[in-house]
């Protein structure tokens, strides 16, 4: 099981951090993913970080703002979210994926809850 968490009401530039805590699993062995879903729009890939190595993977549209990264003994992974913007309004949902991370998220075959994150103008 995974338990998103952290999303809330920011201004643009502000900055939130999600996590994601899972439960009854070999967490190291999983990548784990972001994706959000905005009101009327498809789900869309944000970031990952693959079970071996921690390497990470980023949509263009977060690189440079976003950073995910993971705690193994802890059973989380995070979402540290800087600058946000307007447009990063979403559901935000975490995912976890045996084997090599995918921005497809039909790869992934467990998913938390949803957090919202919403930010303002």
């Known amino acids: 099981q995974l338990q998103a968490s952290g999303g809330g009401l920011v201004q643009a530039g502000g900055s939130l951090r999600l996590s994601c805590a899972a439960s009854?699993?070999?967490?190291?062995?999983?990548?784990m993913g972001w994706f959000r879903q905005a009101p009327g729009k498809e789900r869309e890939f944000v970031a990952s970080?693959?079970?071996?190595?921690?390497?990470?993977y980023y949509a263009d549209s977060v690189k440079g703002r976003f950073t995910i990264s993971r705690d193994n003994a802890k059973n989380t992974v995070y979402l540290q979210m800087n600058s946000l913007k307007p447009e990063d309004t979403a559901v935000y949902y975490c995912?976890?994926?045996?084997?090599?991370?995918?921005?497809?998220?039909?790869?992934?075959?467990?998913w938390g809850q949803g957090t919202q994150v919403t930010v303002s103008s």
């Open positions: 995912a976890a994926k045996r084997g090599s991370h995918s921005p497809r998220g039909s790869e992934y075959d467990s």
């Open positions: 970080i693959n079970w071996i190595g921690g390497t990470t």
């Open positions: 009854g699993r070999a967490f190291g062995a999983y990548s």
